[in-house]
């Protein structure tokens, strides 16, 4: 009996806490009327796929501000033209085509998968160039860099290694999208 209970709660407690944390449901609010991409736009739908675990789903869905009086006919033709702007949008920021799926039932929205990080062989990860930035970092000495968004990497001296985990001389290359 307290041998199939035990063991009961062992296989519960291994899936529960091995497992995904599942789907998610996140929200991006257009300005009312608009299908383009806003700044704000992107704001959200970037920090959406930034909040979100590696291998885990969510559905986006797609509103406007103050459109809830609007005709069902209008809502779901502004969503489905919403809903290419953000395909598009995660597409152009390097996601690929086949992790973002535009569900068109009822409403439509975006199912966006975010697959485990993956690197070439040579180190180098293959993204578009969308908003790619370059900065050379003095490894000698302590160095910093500032991004177009106003992120700062600081870089203490000899903060670089190779493969063989020897310190690299001169100075190195840092892309950040």
């Known amino acids: 009996m307290f041998k199939s209970l035990f063991f009961s709660i062992g296989i519960?407690?291994?899936v529960s806490c091995f497992s995904n944390n599942g789907f998610r449901l996140k929200k991006i609010t257009f300005p009312t009327g608009l299908t383009k991409l806003t700044h704000e736009v992107m704001k959200q739908a970037s920090a959406v796929y930034n909040e979100l675990?590696?291998?885990?789903?969510?559905?986006?869905q797609i509103k406007g501000l103050d459109e809830e009086e609007w005709?069902?006919?209008d809502l779901i033709?502004?969503?489905k033209k919403r809903a290419v702007s953000i395909r598009e949008f995660y597409i152009g920021i390097g996601c690929l085509g086949k992790n973002i799926r535009m569900d068109l039932a009822g409403i439509p929205s975006v199912i966006l998968f975010k697959p485990r990080?993956?690197?070439s062989l040579s180190g180098r990860i293959d993204l578009n160039k969308t908003e790619q930035?370059?900065?050379t970092v003095a490894v000698s000495k302590k160095d910093f860099f500032k991004t177009k968004?106003?992120?700062v990497f600081v870089f203490e001296q000899n903060s670089f290694v190779d493969q063989n985990e020897m310190n690299v001389s001169g100075n190195v290359n840092v892309c950040v999208w």
Do not use: E, K
């Open 12 to 14: 519960f407690f291994s």
């Open 71 to 73: 005709s069902r006919y």
């Open 149 to 151: 968004s106003g992120n």
């Open 133 to 135: 930035q370059c900065f």
């Open 53 to 60: 675990l590696d291998r885990n789903f969510t559905r986006l």
């Open 77 to 79: 033709q502004l969503a």
């Open 117 to 119: 990080a993956t690197y």
